[in-house]
């Protein structure tokens, strides 16, 4: 079977890596493979605090991919000529701490809390006092938080470096083009049509093309996956390095503050990611002074000794977003052609998943159990406003 994967993201990497160990030959089309929203990513792998209303359903999915992390990485690691050990990839079980810093943000964390005992997660209510025992960074006035040890991270960046290298050792061709068109005859997809004007026949075509997912020419109307692009501005800074990085934060640290999410993620190497905007602004990527100084400002708040750090940089990515904030997964109206888009925040978090998944709708002719309620199939009968068992949510929701 020959495919082509349109994108050389996390989740077109690893959708091509499955593959290929399954013995399908699959062709990466990408002028910069490794190169998109995963190079802004902070990695988070937040199955329980990334929690909304009205998104049980994605969260069985979250909690799917959360749970095979540790093998992934591993195999991961070795499968990219390095030895098992998930550490190579960033992989660290360092568990986050959500917390609240005024009463309005503490009643917010107590009614999340309650949701996610009803769904039978597993988080600890912590006072103030006991979130600055465990992080003496935070700032006097956290009002109380919630403990969450099974929320981990990765480091996106090692993630995809290591993506490239088991899906190159795995036989997977990578063509540095970008793709123009897709190729179709006889009712169904044929491949691929690059900006070089060469073509390339498949199989089947696997659509990974994040947010411009939606853009590329010659998809019938009824097929064009509705994905939006959502702007987040991050900041990378430098902890202190010996005995005194221990001193600042040991594990991922989320809030909400003036409204919006903010999160602070610290990695072995000593690095500290700040994040992230959501911005509603199309296709920029501009970093904007206004969206530094904000994110700056609300972490000051958060970890007040954060302005005596080093600011080594600043970036700004897309995430792409679906109508319902979940994953499309898999067969569309056209056969031949898949889709694997729509990951919004949860990109690195469901790229164990969704490679299984992918691999499986590819080679077997359809999606495991755990992944058929993304079916991009959901959105079927111009029905692009919500799915069943999912719901959209409101800035208010999101920044949970």
């Not at 802004?40 to 929690?51: D, K, R, S």
Request: with cysteine; charged share 25%.
């Amino acid at each position: 079977m020959r495919v082509c994967v349109i994108g050389g993201g996390v989740i077109g990497l690893v959708t091509a890596w499955r593959a290929a160990q399954r013995g399908v030959r699959v062709r990466v089309v990408d002028p910069e493979p490794g190169r998109g929203a995963a190079r802004v990513a902070a990695g988070m792998l937040a199955a329980v605090t990334e929690l909304h209303y009205g998104e049980e359903t994605l969260l069985s999915l979250n909690l799917e991919s959360a749970r095979r992390y540790p093998a992934f990485a591993a195999e991961l690691a070795e499968a990219s000529g390095r030895e098992a050990d998930p550490t190579v990839i960033g992989y660290r079980a360092c568990g986050t701490l959500a917390v609240a810093l005024d009463a309005d943000d503490r009643a917010h964390l107590r009614e999340l809390h309650a949701l996610q005992h009803r769904c039978g997660l597993d988080s600890q209510w912590l006072t103030g006092r006991e979130c600055r025992r465990l992080e003496p960074m935070l700032a006097p006035g956290v009002r109380g938080g919630l403990r969450v040890d099974g929320d981990h991270q990765v480091d996106p960046r090692l993630l995809v470096d290591a993506l490239l290298r088991a899906a190159e050792r795995a036989g997977v061709e990578f063509v540095r083009v970008r793709a123009e068109r897709l190729r179709t005859g006889g009712g169904r997809a044929t491949g691929v049509v690059l900006a070089d004007r060469r073509e390339l026949a498949a199989d089947q075509v696997v659509l990974a093309g994040g947010s411009e997912s939606g853009r590329l020419a010659g998809l019938p109307p009824e097929v064009v996956p509705s994905v939006r692009p959502v702007k987040g501005q991050v900041l990378r800074l430098r902890m202190p390095s010996g005995a005194a990085y221990g001193r600042f934060l040991s594990r991922t640290v989320r809030a909400v503050v003036r409204g919006g999410a903010l999160y602070l993620v610290p990695r072995e190497s000593g690095e500290l990611v700040v994040g992230a905007t959501s911005e509603e602004l199309g296709w920029d990527t501009t970093v904007t002074a206004g969206g530094v100084y904000e994110l700056l400002r609300d972490a000051h708040e958060l970890v007040p000794g954060i302005t005596e750090l080093p600011l080594v940089e600043t970036c700004a990515g897309l995430r792409p977003c679906s109508p319902d904030n979940a994953p499309m997964l898999g067969a569309t109206a056209l056969p031949g052609l898949l889709l694997a888009t729509g990951h919004h925040r949860n990109g690195v978090l469901l790229a164990p998943v969704t490679g299984d998944a992918l691999a499986a709708a590819l080679v077997d002719g359809e999606l495991p159990p755990v992944a058929a309620p993304f079916t991009p199939l959901r959105f079927a009968g111009g029905d692009r406003a919500g799915a069943v068992g999912f719901g959209a949510v409101s800035r208010e929701e999101e920044t949970v």
